[in-house]
């Protein structure tokens, strides 16, 4: 396969998943395999083009974020907010620098876990799509530190590959009483934090491994990542408010048992 179109496939998969509660790691991993790109090179680059997804977020939220950002000087309700933000990103934050090597190296080259991770995962959407709490709280920049900080702990499930970091921390959300688009919405205020932390980590570990007459391959991926990340995000707060994180949950299960029966078979190694 030539470089150009993997960087496509690879760059359409972090995009289109890494905001959507299914695991853009999970499916990577699976893509990367199935396809064969597992070589040093290959990882760095999945790393590198989670800057666009993480751009994204900042494109279609910057008003906002501006807003709160000159307003935390004189602002109580600006200061509450970015003071949940941080709450719910530092349990993430040092549990996955304590973990960083053992999820890298054991967890992420376990196929399995990541399968069984993606079906257990949609198990418990579809538990919560069902029998969630009322919600109580249909803004996301009025939670609670205690809801923010519970949120942070459910994020740290993210951390096992497959679980997917979205869809842990609107699963947090659900059981904590919000409504379903501002458990997504927060989702996307706290990837920001926690996705530039991970990106930088990741970085810092993986930089003897870019390779960077690859670069232009690197910046399709990029662009391809940034594109399709703001297509989902634009698109899933509407279709979350009608119809839910069901399909969600189902394309979790139906992904994780293909990538099992495939492992059985002999397909993925």
């Not at 949120?151 to 740290?156: D, R, S």
């Not at 499930?157 to 869809?167: D, E, N």
């Not at 960077?212 to 940034?226: D, E, K, R, T």
Request: charged share 10%.
């Amino acid at each position: 396969m030539a470089d150009w179109i993997a960087a496509i496939i690879l760059g359409l998969v972090e995009g289109l998943t890494e905001f959507l509660p299914v695991s853009s790691t999970g499916h990577l991993l699976l893509t990367q395999h199935l396809l064969g790109l597992t070589d040093l090179r290959w990882n760095a680059f999945v790393v590198l083009i989670q800057l666009g997804a993480i751009l994204a977020v900042v494109a279609l939220y910057f008003q906002r974020l501006w807003g709160v950002l000159i307003r935390l000087p004189t602002d109580p309700s600006a200061r509450r907010f970015a003071i949940s933000v941080l709450i719910a990103f530092i349990p993430s934050a040092v549990a996955g620098l304590f973990l960083h090597d053992f999820i890298t190296k054991v967890l992420f080259e376990d196929l399995r876990t990541i399968c069984w991770a993606l079906i257990i995962g949609g198990v418990i959407l579809l538990v919560l799509e069902r029998w969630a709490p009322k919600p109580h709280t249909g803004d996301a920049m009025a939670l609670t530190w205690r809801q923010s900080f519970l949120i942070g702990l459910f994020q740290c499930l993210a951390l096992v590959p497959g679980v997917s970091r979205s869809g842990a921390t609107i699963s947090g959300g659900l059981v904590l009483g919000l409504e379903k688009p501002a458990a997504a919405e927060f989702s996307f205020f706290l990837a920001i934090p926690t996705m530039v932390a991970a990106f930088g980590l990741d970085l810092l570990k993986s930089k003897d491994s870019i390779d960077f007459h690859f670069a232009w391959i690197i910046a399709l991926g990029f662009i391809v990542s940034f594109v399709s990340g703001l297509i989902v995000i634009r698109w899933m707060l509407s279709f979350v408010s009608k119809h839910g994180f069901a399909p969600f949950a189902w394309w979790r299960i139906a992904i994780g048992a293909t990538g099992l029966f495939l492992l059985t078979m002999g397909v993925v190694a």
